[in-house]
Each structure stands twice: as C-alpha cells, then as structure tokens.
Nanobody, 124 residues
Framework: QVVLMESGGGSVQAGGSLRLSCAASEDFSSTNCMGWFRQAPGQEREGVAA????????YYSWSVKGRFTISRDNAKNTVYLLMNSLKPEDTAMYYC?????????????????WGQGTQVTVSS
C-alpha cells in the first residue's frame, strides 16, 4: 500500500506562486505514473497534471498549461507541482495520486492511490 503525503499548500495573492510536494512512502514515484488533481467546493475533481516514469512529456489540463509544472525527484520519492501566475480560480484542495504503471489515459487514467490533500487559496 503506497501512502502519499502532500504539503506546500497555503494562501497567496493572485499572480503569486506555490510549490506543492507529494512524498511517497516507498520507491514508487520514480517508476510509476504520478498525478495532481484538484477539487473546488461544489465542483467535480479535475486532473491538473500527470507524469510518466522516465523523460516523456507530462500531461497538463488546458487550464494550467504554461503556468504549472510537474516534476519528480527520484532520490526523494517526491513529486512536485510548481504553480506560477496563480489565479483565484485555482483555489481548491489539491490531491496527489499514483497508479502502477504508465499514465496510459493521461489525466483520465485510473489512479489507485490518493493523498489527503492540501488546500490552495488564491485571493484577488
């Protein structure tokens, strides 16, 4: 059972930046698909970014492409989400997720493991 722990959320003004971290309980993130999702109150969960093992191109939702960057540090079993040019509409609970294998479905892959979430609030 892989345990995922997010950190790095907080409150920031529009235009600011935050970096979220997702630490895996074992050497999982370097060899499997990892993703970030978000859910705002009253809205459906949205896939934000996902990354395959190796050097393949990450997946991004249209709403964050060009502003957010997903990356991984294999030595630390950690995946990051760098969020720049934040907007009030980015306010949500952000979740880290993982699945065994590759992100064959991109952001629509079936993720098996989920973290507890970290809150991001962007004020105007």
């Amino acid at each position: 059972q892989v345990v995922l722990m997010e950190s790095g959320g907080g409150s920031v003004q529009a235009g600011g930046s935050l970096r979220l971290s997702c630490a895996a309980s074992e050497d999982f993130s370097s060899t499997n698909c990892m993703g970030w999702f978000r859910q705002a109150p009253g809205q459906e969960r949205e896939g934000v970014a996902a990354i395959d093992p190796g050097d393949s191109m990450p997946y991004y939702s249209w709403s964050v492409k060009g502003r957010f960057t997903i990356s991984r540090d294999n030595a630390k079993n950690t995946v990051y989400l760098l969020m720049n040019s934040l907007k009030p509409e980015d306010t949500a609970m952000y979740y880290c997720a993982a699945l065994t294998g590759y992100c064959y479905g991109g952001l629509f892959s079936h993720f098996d493991y989920w973290g507890q979430g970290t809150q991001v609030t962007v004020s105007s």
